[in-house]
């Protein structure tokens, strides 16, 4: 993590990878998956870092910060992408902030305000 948080990524891959290959325990490992995915996604391979953040949900769905990033992977290729299919991308952006927000519902409050406004999250 120290390599991470430096801006050594490449070296704090090379970290991530051989803990993957070490540890054992899905919990763990999902956390090790995450952060490959934030690494990804700090380089501009979004397509990567959802393959991540996907791995580390299938060992551990209760990670709201996985959900929140590949909402905003989503929310971003919007803008980079054309109009016919910004609709889907929303609305897949969406659901990851629902998931998100389910999870940890005092959290992000920018999500919680942009699905009321686009009419894609009724609050009780």
């Known amino acids: 993590m120290l390599a991470q948080s430096e801006g ?3 070296e704090a891959l090379q970290n991530y990878y051989e803990a993957t290959r070490l540890e054992k325990d899905p919990y763990d490992r999902s956390f090790i998956l995450y952060n490959i995915g934030l690494i990804h996604t700090s380089n501009g391979e979004h397509t990567k870092a959802l393959e991540y953040y996907f791995r580390a949900l299938e060992r551990n769905p209760f990670l709201p910060q ?4 590949m909402a905003v992977i989503c929310h971003y290729a919007i803008l980079e992408g054309d109009s016919e299919i910004a609709e889907a991308w929303f609305n897949q952006a969406a659901e990851y902030w629902k998931q998100a927000i389910a999870l940890t519902p005092d959290n992000y409050i920018e999500a919680r305000n942009w699905l009321k406004i686009t009419k894609r999250f009724e609050l009780e």
């Open 8 to 10: 050594n990524y490449a």
């Open 66 to 69: 996985a959900f929140n990033n």
